[in-house]
């Protein structure tokens, strides 16, 4: 006998119970594999909503940031700005690309910006980004503003403050 009719032989001897667990074998190395790549998918997903989440929330504080020096500008320029602005109450929302921020002024001692010159203020500064089911990320910064020498409102070091805003 040659060895092609040996295999033949061999061939049909292998019963249809071997077939099937060699059909099962690579069923169930498939449903590994296709397990493996799924897993690598939502991975990859979440990561990059992950990195969605932390481009937003470094957006939101710039734009918190940028409120501060908006305001910090606003009173350099203005020297009626104790009387333009309302104690207490935010500015309509200032919108720039995908983000915002507003603007208030509180003065703490005694609940009057008009009244005294000499009285320090705090200055509230909110960003934020997104609306809705895209998802939100706002920042709230602040700081108190005393006049030095020379009237000019500076920073007092030590008073800024960062909140996470809901």
């Known amino acids: 006998m040659n060895r092609m009719m040996k295999s033949r032989i061999l061939m049909r001897r292998a019963s249809p119970r071997r077939r099937g667990m060699v059909y099962l074998a690579a069923l169930g190395a498939s449903m590994i ?19 969605d989440i932390g481009r937003r929330a470094i957006v939101a504080q710039n734009a918190a940031e940028a409120a501060v020096e908006f305001a910090r500008l606003q009173i350099k320029i203005n020297p009626g700005w104790r009387s333009a602005i309302a ?3 935010w ?34 500064g909110k960003g934020q980004i997104g609306s809705g089911n895209s998802g939100t990320a706002a920042r709230l910064l602040s700081v108190e503003l005393a006049p030095d020498a020379t009237g000019a409102m500076k920073p007092v070091p030590g008073s800024w403050r960062q909140e996470v805003l809901p």
Do not use: C
């Not at 690598?40 to 909503?49: M, T």
């Not at 921020?101 to 910006?113: H, Q, R």
């Open 91 to 124: 500015s309509e929302n200032i919108t720039f690309k995908d983000a915002t921020f507003a603007i208030k002024l509180v003065d703490e001692t005694d609940g009057n910006l008009t009244n005294d010159a000499t009285q320090s203020v705090r200055l509230y």
């Open 87 to 89: 104690n207490n109450t």
């Open 33 to 51: 594999v296709m397990v493996i790549g799924v897993s690598a998918v939502l991975a990859g997903q979440l990561q990059n909503r992950m990195v």
